[in-house]
Structures are given as C-alpha cells and as structure tokens.
C-alpha cells in the first residue's frame, strides 16, 4: 500500500524538543502553504498515482482552517484519510464535522504517562491533560487512535506503563517512534537510543506484541521486521523503511521529500505533477534499486524487506541517503 504524509501547516499550538519540520506558534508563511486548490488538485494525482493512505500532518494539522474540506476531497477520491495530531484542542463539533467527512483514524502524540515529562517535551504546560482528554473523547466517538509515542533515554523504560496507559484509554495501537536527529532533534542527538540499547527496544516492543492486542510497532526502526521472523512472528507490514519505495513526504509548500525526517527534495507539485515526480525522480529511482545501497546495508540480504532507516543513515553520513543504518545491531 502506498501512503503519504502531507505537512500541511508549519503552525503548531506546541514547540516540541525533537520537531522535525521545526514547527511552532509562529513558524513558517500561511501565504506559501499549498492552497485549497492546490491540495485539491494534490489529492487527485495521488489517487491517480496508485496511493492510498493520506496523513494529514503538520505542523498541527487541526490548525488548517480548510482541513475538513481537504478531508472530504480524499474521501471523495477513495483515499483513506487519517491525521497525525497532537490532538491538543479539538472541538465536538470539529470532531463530528471531520468523521462526516470521512475521517478514518488519528495517530495523537503522547510521550509519558507523567504529565510534566511530556509537557517538558512538548514545551507546554498542560499539555498532556489536554491531549489525554481529547483522546478520550475521540475514541468515545467512535474513531480509531493510534498512539505515537517517541523513544528517547528519557523514557524508554516507561514502555510498559505506555502500553498499559493505551489499552486503558481504548486506543488501538501504540507505535513507538526512536528519535531520529532531524529538525529541532539534531539539539537532542545524545538522547537517541543508540546501538544495543536500540536493538534490545526493538525486541522489547516484539516480545510485549505477543502478549498485548494492541498493535505495537516499532518505528524508525527497520530492522524490526528482521527480528520479527527471528521469532517467528508474521505482521502485517511489509518492508521497515518505506521512504521513496511506498512512501513520501510532501511539505507544506509543496516540496517531495524522501520521509518526514529525511531533508533531500525529490521535487516540487508547483513545478511538476507529483505523479512525475514519484515515478522519474533519480533519488526515488534510487532508493528503489538496493543495489545502490552501501555498506553493510547493500550487502545485506534482508535489504528487501527491512533497507535501514535512511534518515538515520543521512544524519550519520553527513548527508548519504544510501549510507548504511548504523545502529543496525542484526546482522
């Protein structure tokens, strides 16, 4: 399946530690952000283009005043239309208005089951109440929650109460998501889970996924798939990293780009139909052919169903997105 995520705001309500589009109250230009027509004509080449799965996300994507119209235009299409939020206001009324334009799910950030440890990290205070509140309300709705949660040294050893804390709210799915240093997160590198303790998470997430029925999925993590048939477990996923082989990242303003936390533009939908750009960009091309990948990476024989996480490889190559993934602890 292929799948998108679409910043379509810069805005946020929050000023995150580890933000990889460096969003904030003030951050970027409403005048440059893609408009409703543009997101329109965007929506349509995607459905065009064999993809499925549209994340609206941000920035905050709840501060998009045209949000449940561009909802609506991927229901419309047969899209699948789900939000990536940190689900810190939101209205009943917006609520009922986005399910009726055929919502399909929310991913909501939440990084602690202690309130001042996610407010810290999100650099709000009052934050986490807020966000579990509207969880609550959002699955009293009726619509699938899927909670992100970001793994850092700071609270890697809260998994188990995180997983507690997300079947007790109703919620469906806990993905847990290890830093990556792109963004505002380059300020926190020394904090990424790193090498063994990297790996030992990764096990940590599978080994609690054949106790829980809840869906645990590591993220950012590719070689999870690895280690999951090392344990014989069978998922539903089909690769680790998905970056520019079933998946893309488009920014507000219109940039293509590899992933979220992978900063190489493989193009612009204001000078090129994002069909073109999916199907003839070099740097597409080329992370579609393993064999250009270096390293251990390139060697390995898993590299079709796992691939390193690029964006790690970038940040640690100094700029390689083909690099080898160097907290790879499996082969």
């Given at each position: 399946m292929k799948?998108?995520?679409?910043?379509?705001?810069?805005?946020?309500?929050?000023?995150?530690?580890?933000?990889?589009?460096?969003?904030?109250?003030?951050?970027?230009?409403?005048?440059?952000?893609?408009?409703t027509a543009e997101g329109?004509?965007?929506?349509?080449?995607?459905?065009?283009?064999?993809?499925?799965?549209?994340?609206?996300?941000?920035?905050?994507?709840l501060l998009?005043?045209?949000?449940v119209e561009l909802v609506d235009r991927a229901s419309e299409l047969s899209l699948y239309p789900v939000l990536g939020t940190n689900a810190l206001e939101i209205s009943q009324e917006r609520l009922q208005n986005l399910i009726a334009a055929g919502l399909k799910g929310m991913?909501?950030?939440?990084?602690?089951?202690?309130?001042?440890?996610?407010?810290?990290?999100?650099?709000?205070?009052?934050?986490w109440q807020k966000t579990v509140a509207s969880i609550k309300k959002i699955v009293d709705a009726g619509v699938p929650v899927q909670i992100n949660t970001t793994l850092t040294e700071n609270n890697y050893a809260e998994l188990d109460d995180l997983i507690d804390f997300t079947r007790e709210l109703g919620a469906r799915a806990l993905h847990p998501f290890f830093l990556v240093p792109?963004?505002?997160?380059?300020?926190?590198?020394?904090s990424s889970l790193r090498a063994e303790k990297y790996q030992q998470m990764i096990e940590k997430v599978l080994t609690r996924q054949q106790q829980v029925e809840i869906e645990l999925k590591p993220t950012c993590a590719p070689q999870f798939l690895v280690q999951a048939e090392k344990m014989g477990m069978s998922l539903r996923f089909s690769r680790g990293c998905l970056a520019g082989v079933s998946y893309c990242c488009?920014?507000?303003?219109?940039?293509?780009?590899?992933?979220?936390?992978?900063?190489?533009?493989a193009g612009n939908i204001r000078n090129n139909r994002f069909s073109e750009i999916w199907n003839n960009s070099p740097i597409f091309q080329k992370l579609?052919?393993?064999?250009?990948?270096?390293?251990?990476?390139?060697?390995?024989?898993?590299?079709?169903?796992c691939g390193g996480c690029r964006a790690r490889a970038y940040y640690y190559s100094e700029g390689d997105y083909l690099a080898a993934d160097p907290w790879c602890q499996v082969r």
């Open positions: 799948m998108v995520s679409w910043n379509v705001t810069r805005r946020c309500n929050l000023y995150c530690d580890h933000c990889y589009r460096e969003s904030g109250p003030e951050a970027g230009d409403l005048n440059q952000e893609l408009s329109f004509r965007l929506l349509e080449d995607l459905q065009k283009t064999g993809f499925h799965l549209v994340i609206f996300s941000g920035g905050e994507p998009r005043p045209d949000l991913g909501i950030s939440l990084d602690s089951v202690c309130p001042e440890v996610h407010d810290e990290f999100r650099g709000r205070e009052g934050a792109t963004g505002r997160a380059r300020k926190i590198e020394g488009i920014l507000p303003e219109g940039e293509v780009h590899i992933c979220p936390y992978l900063p190489v533009e579609r052919d393993y064999s250009n990948y270096r390293d251990k990476c390139g060697s390995c024989p898993d590299v079709d169903i």
